[in-house]
């Protein structure tokens, strides 16, 4: 008897613990999302590197919420000390209306643990070191006017900064929901982690989305404000850069940018030292150790408890919907500003530069380079517009991050 009392006590036991008990409608919509997630990470490839871990950070936080759990303390009375079998030898006494309690202290989970990398704000900037690794900005450096369109295409970020605080979200909140415009995943959360923390889940997994859609969500905003001719022009090929003009280009653009506007500093420091690593040619070893192994790791931990973030109870209300509406909106205006100020210099130059290559000055590397080439090549099959994409689209990674700094240094 004693057995089986023993064994239902068991079964009753799990069975309280188990999700079936403790999770609420909202975890089961999350887990249902994250399931979406995991499918368009793996079955339609959108930003599987980073959408993948961050669905199953996502889907773990639902379905155990401890995960994300963090340390604390039980106080425990001499009698239930006792009674748990507990031994107080060692262990620091409170004294509280005059009964003494020891300190029963209790570890935080894995993902809580992990998460203080995004918290103290230490993996963007890592991974904007392996991105400086595997970055060749020589066609920033053979056509500097491309970095006008990079500036360019951040001028959504601060219109939707102002759109953001008419919506009645505070500066700190509107800072980190307008960076999203940028495209450019570790900036946002970096940016996020200093001014709206509480954003986390919502702000990166809207970053993410909007970078796997930059197939989908640029070339009709492209082809809207483009003619026919304009997208059909075929650029001059780039002139060489030499191995000196890359080894400066970092060391002059960190130290311009450290002076001027210090609150950038980490992001662009490291973004030009992995850079530096990679143009130098004297040390391969870490070049290729911080362009895979290190930025491996570190994109398996900032994804996975990046997902951890978006607990159904954070994730779904409706200032959710709104951050996703505002960054869509940041996105397509960053898109609209490169593109428009791609006609002002095809003007200019009368008729030398291809506005197409403006879109790229988002700073999703090196897709929406890509997606210039690709809607430039459907009007015109003999053009080439990768290579001059792309410096718009470094620089946009250069410029998403000085943003970043600027929106630190007024409402941070």
């Known amino acids: 008897m004693e057995i089986l009392t023993g064994f239902l006590d068991a079964v009753k036991g799990i069975f309280y613990s188990s999700g079936l008990v403790n999770l609420n409608w909202q975890n089961y919509a999350m887990i249902a999302i994250s399931c979406v997630l995991l499918y368009l990470a793996i079955k339609k490839q959108y930003e599987p590197l980073l959408l993948l871990p961050i669905a199953f950070g996502m889907l773990l936080v639902n379905l155990y919420p401890e995960i994300m759990s963090p340390p604390s303390v039980e106080l425990l009375t001499q009698q239930q000390a006792d009674a748990a079998g507990f031994n107080t030898a060692g262990h620091a006494v409170q004294i509280i209306d005059g009964v003494k309690y020891f300190e029963n202290p209790t570890y935080g989970g894995l993902l809580y643990?992990?998460?203080?990398?995004?918290?103290?704000?230490?993996?963007?900037?890592?991974?904007?070191?392996?991105?400086?690794?595997?970055?060749?900005?020589?066609?920033?450096?053979?056509?500097?006017?491309?970095?006008?369109?990079?500036?360019?295409?951040?001028?959504?970020?601060?219109?939707?900064?102002?759109?953001?605080?008419?919506?009645?979200?505070?500066?700190?909140e509107a800072g980190a929901i307008g960076i999203i415009g940028g495209a450019d995943g570790p900036t946002a959360i970096y940016v996020t982690t200093k001014l709206a923390p509480h954003l986390l889940g919502s702000i990166a997994i809207a970053a993410y989305?909007?970078?796997?859609?930059?197939?989908?969500?640029?070339?009709?905003?492209?082809?809207?404000?483009t003619t026919k001719k304009e997208r059909s022009v075929v650029m001059e090929q780039l002139r060489p850069v030499s191995k000196l003009e890359k080894i400066l280009f970092p060391i002059i653009v960190v130290i311009l940018i450290a002076i001027f506007l210090p609150d950038a500093a980490p992001l662009v420091g490291m973004l030009m030292l992995g850079n530096l690593f990679k143009e130098s040619g004297v040390v391969d070893r870490i070049a290729k150790a911080a362009q895979n192994e290190l930025m491996n790791i570190i994109t398996i931990f900032l994804g996975t408890t990046v997902g951890a973030t978006a607990s159904g109870t954070n994730f779904l209300k409706f200032d959710t919907i709104k951050i996703i509406v505002l960054g869509l909106i940041a996105f397509?205006?960053?898109?609209?500003?490169?593109?428009?100020?791609?006609?002002?210099?095809?003007?200019?130059?009368?008729?030398?530069?291809?506005p197409l290559i403006g879109s790229a000055g988002v700073s999703a590397v090196p897709m929406a380079a890509r997606v210039s080439q690709k809607v430039g090549q459907q009007e015109n099959p003999g053009n080439f517009l990768l290579m001059h994409a792309m410096g718009p689209n470094v620089a946009g990674v250069i410029g998403s991050a000085v943003a970043a700094g600027v929106l630190l240094n007024v409402v941070g």
Do not use: R
């Not at 053979?142 to 759109?163: E, V, W």
């Not at 989305?209 to 404000?225: E, F, G, N, R, T």
């Open 332 to 354: 397509c205006m960053g898109t609209a500003f490169g593109v428009l100020f791609g006609k002002l210099m095809y003007k200019f130059t009368g008729g030398k530069i291809n």
């Open 209 to 225: 989305s909007y970078m796997a859609l930059v197939p989908i969500i640029q070339p009709p905003i492209m082809k809207l404000l």
């Open 113 to 172: 643990y992990l998460y203080q990398g995004v918290k103290l704000g230490i993996y963007p900037p890592l991974i904007f070191l392996g991105i400086g690794c595997m970055t060749d900005f020589g066609p920033l450096i053979a056509n500097p006017k491309s970095l006008i369109l990079g500036a360019a295409a951040q001028i959504g970020i601060f219109i939707t900064f102002t759109g953001a605080i008419f919506l009645g979200f505070t500066e700190a």
